[in-house]
């Protein structure tokens, strides 16, 4: 019988995919549907004077035209997570308006919506919207935001710190021992602002049906059930059953579509407000101003070490840009995303990190690709390569010094750590070992002595990362200030004839959960996949979930999936007894029948799913049917963990930095399909690249957005990636039934170090230690000037 | 991204493209490429109330052999140029610039006719019309001129064509020995530094473009060519005022880049 487990199934969800038939928010065209368009502020921050609507009311096809003073202006999207000051003092949680009212906080924030009977007329009268502004000075930069005298983004309170927290061991215990230390490598630099840049647009559809008194919200998100929630509970307060959010395909998330946006709020309030259906897809410029964005850390760091290169403490302070507003998990990402992660795969004995979190005159940051452990992992990976550079080590040489010993989190136990968590399983230097083997790293290093003879500037990199994934253990995330359980649903719904549908809170947008799903449950249950299908993305449909980001779809996601399977067969088992006439002991269960033991008497999957919906025959005391539901709530995060490495050649006369070589050992626990995994670790490395080399979102002092467009704001291209070599080790998570860990992020967490310690590395007998990523050539060629 | 309303006119003829320009004035403009023009109108930084599509203009297509050189009609795209046995036979420069404009859809879009009279400053065409002499054949109310490309180019996004006249072809002369060097924006992938080098013996011709708002010759390095051996060194010489500033390229580094990739054009 055909298994699927551990196969490189090719993705079923491309067959839409590939012929440009996928189902996206924006492919749906409703009756009666209207387009709508958004007046955004020019300033970063601005008093509104006035705004005049009565032309844009007059213009051609319009329907309605809002603004902050209509009923709307007074309702807000919340912040889905709370962190506190660590003085006590509650954490600031400003209003986000659906439209701004009086003021404007940031660049883009919208002032007025504008419906219309076509997208054309609703863009034509937008403009016609009178908008009388004062400009006020703004603040873009986390650190500068809390300088004395920084224009401040909300009025109500005495500095623009949203909170000022800190985790890990007593800081004057820390500072001791740095101060005592045989060495102590100091960093200062920006982990500067990315914009997500999926391809796909967040895209809106709201349709209130008068008749029935129900909502449905299309939309481009990665967790429906969440936006119902957040939708219904806190910025509507509309009855949570009459509402309907759905998302079909979505073309990639990032973590950008996590959020409950303004829009989806607004477009339902004024739904219902007009009594027909609205649209809304935002435009490219639109998403580079109002997409939640990721990073922009301000960093200064300091690693001790005894005399043998052994981590004594870790002390770290930054600041954290949250942008004008709270977004939904913003003030979880530089602390409990960040600062939990400050161990690494070292066995460092005293850390402390201390974020302060300002408000700034930009659009809010939140998770993006990683979510505060890409940051936390250039932090460790840079200043350990660093180190060794100063005390004259071989980085590979100082990392084995410092690693945590295996241990496998079953007979052995799990490892804790100083900021909180508990690793569940893990071998650190095997993933380094394999790593350094795969790129003959000996061999590099002479090549890269006799390049430099001749003028060529060779340098390599490595970064040996951990993450946590698989989020999360609800009452742990509770206590850490989550607004809501982090488990998942698994509903597996076994039809009449055998075949199954499977539904699951998890939401696919680019992960393959069509297939990865699907394999396991047929492997599980001993049956074709052919006979799966997997859905998602329908609060109708689904009864519950959290969605996906955070790497969690199969790790929790799967797990909730495999406890209805075992309800399946545990009452299948019951049916199957009773028809073979036998004692359910003595019966097993593989390749889609249970048999008696022993002898050849047996019925199929098939035969009992139809004997549950056709229960003449039937057990007595079982309730017909078969369809299970299941809550899955972790018990732990799961900790996958890899070596990246990365060989770059730097071009001396412009300073232009080329990949040459790419190696990634991960290690995701168990794989289910190593085509996909290669796929994600591919594309997030390829979004850690282009943190490394190319994006980054520049707004200038005005808080204009200097790379407002693809002109400006570069993305990676294939040609400025190299092969990918990808290998893997095999820890299985010791805590979910599939031994998973989770691979969406991984790639995105262990490449930037790796290629700017390798940029360094080739530059560091010109005497350069660090530049500021992106590396450009600009950068690199000053840096090497000085 | 949606542009604002316009009025669409194909143009049949030279002489008609021209009556209409003169007839609807500022508010007219010429649509070949529309590769430089709408994308600045869906971003409605550019709203013109009419647009006269030359596209169809019969014999603004052509790439012809003319003695010594090469006419080139302006409504040929970057492809057709590209690919032109001709063009890359007797003036292998423009075919290996064109090559590198752009992607696919926008090579096989955008004209050469279009992208001069738009004089983005960060153009790859401008640094090598310049370094071949080309003319540029202008037709407008009052007729046919020619004009010599290194009159052309005036300023950022601005020429020495009237607003009654179009480009109706560019004559080239064939050249044996030409390169362009090219240092590419990550973002935009135009040039950050264009450098086109023609040589003929001991004297050369360096055209450059994306280092100051016009594109110019860079006529210091081509006096120290035969005699000083690091004449690249020239190769902002006179402009430090007028370098263009951004965020992947402050004067300072384009100004270094300048040298640098007028060295490699020199060396090629
Ligand atoms: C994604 C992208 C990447 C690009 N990369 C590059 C690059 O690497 N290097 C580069 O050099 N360019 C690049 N371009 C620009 C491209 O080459 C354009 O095609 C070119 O600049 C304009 O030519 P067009 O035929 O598209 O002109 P259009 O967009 O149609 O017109 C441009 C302007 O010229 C006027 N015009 C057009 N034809 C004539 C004429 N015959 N006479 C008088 N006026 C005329 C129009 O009225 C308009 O003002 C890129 C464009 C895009 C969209």
Redesign the pocket.
Known sequence: METFIGKPVKRREDNRFLKGAGKYTDDIKLHGMTHSAFVRSPYAHAKIVSVDTSAAEKAEGVVAVYTGSDACGTIGVPCGWQVDFKNGETMREPMHPLLAKDKIRHLGEAVAFVIAETLELARDAAELVDVKYEALPAVTCPKKAMASGAPKVHDEWEDNAAFDWCIGNDRAEVEAALANAHHVTEMTYKNHRLAPNAIEPRSYIADYDVNADKWTLYTSTQNPHLVRLLLCAFALGIPEHKVRVVSYDVGGGFGSKIYHYTEEALLTWASKEIGRPIKWTSDRTEAFLTDAHGRDHIVHSKMGFDKDGKIVAHLTDEFCAMGAYLSTFAPAVPTYLHGTLFQGVYTTPLIHLNVVAPFTHTVPVDAYRGAGRPEATYLLERIISKAAKEMDMDPAELRFKNFISPFNGTTEPGYQTQVALQYDSGNYEGVLKRGLEMLGYEDFRKEQAEARKNGKLLGVGISTYIEGCGIAPSAVVGSLGARAGLYEVGHVRVQPTGKVSVFTGAHSHGQGHETVFAQFVADKLGIPMDDIDIVHGDTDQVAFGMGTYGSRSLAVGGSAIIKSIEKVLEKGAKIAAHKLEAAEEDLEYAEGKWTVKGTDKSISFGDVSLTAYVPHDYPEGVEPGLDFSSFYDPTNFTYPFGTHIAVVEVCSDTGKVEIKRFVACDDVGNVMNPMIVDGQIHGGVVQGIGQALLEEVVYDGEGQMVTGS?MDYAMPRADDIPMIETDRTTTPCPHNPLGVKGAGEAGAIGSTPAVVNAVVDALSHLGVTDIQMPVTPKRVWKAMQS | MIPAKFEYIKASSVSEAIGLLEKHGDDA????????????MKLRL?R?EVLID?NGISG?NSITEDGNEILIG??C??ADIVNSDLINSELNILASTAK????I???N??????????A?P????PAVVLACDAKIE?EGKSGKRTIPATEFFLGIFTTA?AED????AIRFPKVANGNYQ?F?QSA????VVGVACVKDGNSVKVGVTGVAGTPYRATAVEDAYSGSSDAASHAVDGLEDELMSDHFADEEYRAHLAKVMVKKALEA
Do not use: W
């Not at chain 2, 879009?109 to 738009?118: D, K, P, Q, V």
């Open positions: 693809y | 403009k010429i649509l070949s490429g529309g590769h430089s023009l709408i994308p600045a550019s013109p030359i603004m302006a409504n795209t970057h590198h404009i752009g992607d859809q926008v090579r879009r955008g004209t050469i006719g279009g992208s001069l009279a738009h983005d960060a153009a790859d065409y202008v064509l006249e179009i480009i109706t090219k590419f935009s992938r135009f040039a």
